[in-house]
């Protein structure tokens, strides 16, 4: 599993530059015939979704009725909130959980939690999918960017540590993996908390 989630990490870092090398070199006069906006969404839901569902139920973290529940739950709402036209925010952000299930799997294998920690924490995203909450996008929201960029990218960094350690040689990354995690899922709520204060 460990290499798995180094490519996934590696195809998460692509995803974040493929939109500016693609407008850079002129995609869509270059290669008119190819769709580049459904191409994109279909690589993301094959790794952003099906592989790291898949993962869950494989690896035995989910096994049995759990773990067809996890799929299933994943797959369906994940289908459904790719094709929402209102996922995106004016401010480049994601309304609900943008079913980043790479990002939630590896720390859950990084962090091993029960079964039961798991199957909650899986239903708990898979709503808030379908609920009027901000999560931020880690390049395109403008608010705090110096902070969610650098973020980000140290996510990639301890995430490709971590799974490149095993999830067990490296606690370091682990520990990384868990802080990063925690503000790139939090940040667009607390933006939302913020700004109704202000």
């Not at 859950?108 to 609920?131: D, E, K, R, S």
């Amino acid at each position: 599993w460990d290499m798995m989630f180094v490519w996934l990490v590696v195809a998460f870092f692509v995803d974040g530059i493929d939109g500016p090398l693609a407008r850079r070199y002129n995609v869509k006069t270059n290669a008119p015939t190819f769709d580049g906006v459904l191409l994109d969404l279909i690589i993301d839901y094959l790794t952003y979704v099906f592989i790291p569902a898949y993962a869950l139920f494989a690896s035995g973290l989910l096994a049995g009725w759990s773990g067809w529940v996890a799929i299933i739950v994943i797959t369906f709402a994940s289908a459904m909130y790719f094709a929402d036209t209102r996922m995106k925010t004016k401010d480049n952000s994601f309304q609900g959980f943008p079913g980043a299930w790479n990002m939630a799997v590896i720390v859950i294998f990084a962090t091993t939690p029960n079964h039961w920690v798991i199957l909650g924490f899986v239903t708990i995203l898979a709503i808030t999918m379908f609920l009027p909450l901000k999560f931020v996008h880690p390049v395109r929201t403008e608010r705090w960017r110096p902070v969610t960029l650098p973020t980000a990218l140290a996510w990639v960094g301890f995430a490709a540590w971590a799974a490149w350690g095993n999830f067990t040689e490296v606690p370091a990354a682990n520990i990384g993996l868990l802080i990063t995690s925690t503000y790139l899922l939090f940040a667009g709520i607390a933006q939302e908390l913020t700004a109704h204060k202000a």
